[in-house]
């Protein structure tokens, strides 16, 4: 292979899917689960996994959409390397977390079956990673909110018996510490910066801090596989209170936004946002029905 | 005077002899403006260039090209910050290139001011502009100016890795569907004559061109590369099973190279004086987000100052 030689390599490479030419550079890989054993482990219901599996998937393949839509808007340079570099490891973490979910499900569907040809009814995530951007501000926020809680999630994910989900949770940790730095220094800086940002900060925690509670009420999956996220609420808001303080910008007094029925995100009932988000993501693959990319 | 000649001597000596020339090396003031030129033009084009592409990265058909497709817009910004920070140690500063990118007083490459319209595009303009650019390129790892040339060097790599990755996707939809080999031929025949004008105009056409080859600057001419980027193309069109939509395109025996047509110039003259299909848009996007961004730039300059008071003060009541 002439490295240094990119036509060369070109023509060197073989055609094909197996061909060298599909080698890709870090993002490349074509079988986020190559060599994992496909069955649940042992006394865990493959269902409840695969269902849990999609929820975790489904959080961070939507978010990763939304960072994705701040590519070349971001306010400075080096936060459009930020932005695309933590869009880019929260998909990874959805391949991953999809290809698992179609592995257990039985359904034999793979990572872009279920993110493409899945209807908005079916998707899983909680309504926070689904909203509208808004401000640089509410990017923050969002990010604050939820790497610190997926962060504390993976922590507890680690020793899973599922080999996938505790390998998602370990490279995860490291990322989502990563995630919650970055957006803590903003918030930090932001809330203690300026009167204008101090004001647009305070209006992005309003804006989203009640869709926060989602991320801690249990689904009845969450509880049959002994993964309550109400465990996770006390952590995580200590957490994010020690980085308002420094941001000196107040923890909102807000109530968690109401559910349908009984139902939200977890359960398939989203926001008005999601539909023209799904439009977006799943245009191309639908008009193709069965193309390779 | 002597003294002024006697440096002239010395750094026009070095060029030559192939040495490098590095910041706090005395330059003519001409070199140093040509470089500030076109090092600003080439970082302003990788950060416009994520916009053409951009477009479909929300939509990029499975999960495996949108994570492709973002690492590449990672490494634009990242080669745009690396370029800035090479035009940085001429004497200028970043915040000030911008402001001339998006008032208009600078330019950038061209090429992104045509629109992308499939996702084929994607694999066009890896294959194609990443192709065109890395000929125009390559040569620039051995530019007299160290700090360019080091950049370079890195940029150079992850270019062949984002064009390897367009001519793979190209490869892919070829193998797949008619619609897809639809999308991609129109692509081609959209993107070939504008990557072939990446070049620049005709060597008799290039009036800086002669004094930037002197200085090692530029090593071959605008003739020469566009020559060289045929070449090579030409062979990798019919391994994809493509057509390059150039009816004089003919092996020529004699030369050991390929004819070629004439690209419109009048056309590519009509976008670089602004009013190519994309021109304003792309300028807006960036006037948009660096003018909405402000107020975040202004809070961590506020905050840092704060940050730096308080030290100061800690350290006058402590010391």
Request: with cysteine.
């Amino acid at each position: 292979m002439s490295d240094d030689h990119v036509y060369l390599s070109l023509t060197e490479a073989g055609p094909g899917p197996e061909g060298e030419a599909r080698w890709a550079y870090g993002t490349g890989f074509a079988d986020p689960l190559l060599g994992v054993d496909a069955a649940a482990p042992k006394g865990i219901d493959p269902a409840d996994l695969a269902a849990y599996c999609l929820m975790l998937g489904d959080d961070v393949l939507v978010l990763s959409q939304r960072l994705i839509q701040w590519i070349t808007r971001a306010p400075e340079l080096e936060e459009e390397v930020a932005l695309a570099n933590l869009g880019l490891d929260l998909l990874g973490q959805a391949r991953r977390l999809l290809t698992r979910a179609g592995q257990l499900d039985g359904s034999g569907r793979g990572e872009d079956e279920l993110a493409y040809w899945r209807e908005e009814s079916a998707y899983r995530n909680v309504r926070l990673v689904e909203l509208e951007n808004g401000d640089f501000a509410q990017c923050v926020v969002r990010l604050l909110l939820f790497a610190t809680a997926r962060e504390e999630l993976y922590r507890r994910l680690v020793g899973h018996a599922d080999p996938v989900l505790s390998a998602v949770a370990a490279l995860g940790v490291k990322e989502l510490a990563y995630h919650r730095e970055y957006a803590s220094s903003w918030a930090v800086r932001l809330g203690d910066g300026t009167e204008e940002s101090h004001r647009r900060m305070r209006a992005a925690l309003d804006a989203l801090w009640p869709w926060l509670e989602e991320l801690f009420t249990p689904h009845e999956v969450e509880l049959r596989l002994g993964v309550d996220p109400l465990q996770l609420r006390e952590p995580v808001l200590a957490s994010l209170e020690q980085v308002l303080a420094e941001a000196t910008l107040p923890v909102p007094d807000l109530p968690g936004r109401a559910y349908v029925n009984g139902r939200a995100g977890r359960h398939g009932v989203h926001t008005e946002a999601m539909g023209p988000l799904l439009a977006e993501l799943q245009v191309v693959a639908r008009a193709h029905p069965g193309a390779t990319w | 005077m002597e003294a002024q000649a006697q440096v002239q001597a010395r750094f026009d000596a070095a060029v030559a002899a192939e040495q490098r020339v590095e910041p706090r090396d005395w330059m003519p003031e001409a070199y140093r403006a040509t470089l500030v030129r076109q090092i600003a033009q080439h970082a302003h084009s990788e950060i416009i260039g994520m916009q053409p592409e951009g477009n479909w990265l929300t939509r990029a058909p499975s999960l495996r090209r949108k994570a492709i497709l973002l690492a590449k817009a990672q490494d634009e910004a990242g080669h745009g910050l690396y370029l800035y920070a090479a035009a940085e140690t001429l004497g200028v500063d970043r915040a000030e290139l911008t402001e001339k990118l998006v008032d208009g007083r600078q330019k950038y490459s061209s090429i992104f001011n045509y629109p992308t319209l499939t996702f084929a595009d994607v694999g066009v303009i890896g294959w194609l502009v990443d192709g065109a650019a890395i000929c125009n390129q390559v040569p620039l790892c051995r530019c007299s100016y160290g700090p360019y040339a080091r950049a370079m060097v890195r940029i150079c790599k992850e270019e062949s890795f984002h064009q390897r990755q367009g001519y793979e996707l190209l490869m892919t939809m070829t193998a797949g569907t008619d619609a897809q080999r639809a999308m991609v031929q129109d692509a081609v025949d959209r993107w070939w004559w504008p990557s072939l004008m990446m070049f620049g105009p005709p060597d008799g056409a290039s009036p800086n061109s002669e004094r930037s080859m002197a200085w090692r600057i530029k090593r071959h001419s605008n003739d020469e590369l566009r020559q060289r980027f045929v070449d090579m193309t030409v062979p990798q069109a019919e391994h994809l099973g493509v057509l390059l939509p150039d009816p004089e395109l003919a092996w020529n025996a004699e030369r050991g190279s390929w004819d070629f047509g004439e690209p419109d110039w009048s056309e590519l003259q009509q976008v670089i004086k602004g009013h190519g299909p994309c021109n304003a848009q792309r300028i807006e996007r960036r006037r948009a987000a660096h003018e909405g961004g402000a107020w975040v730039r202004e809070a961590a300059s506020a905050y840092a100052a704060k940050r730096a008071a308080e030290e100061a003060s800690g350290e006058r009541s402590s010391g």
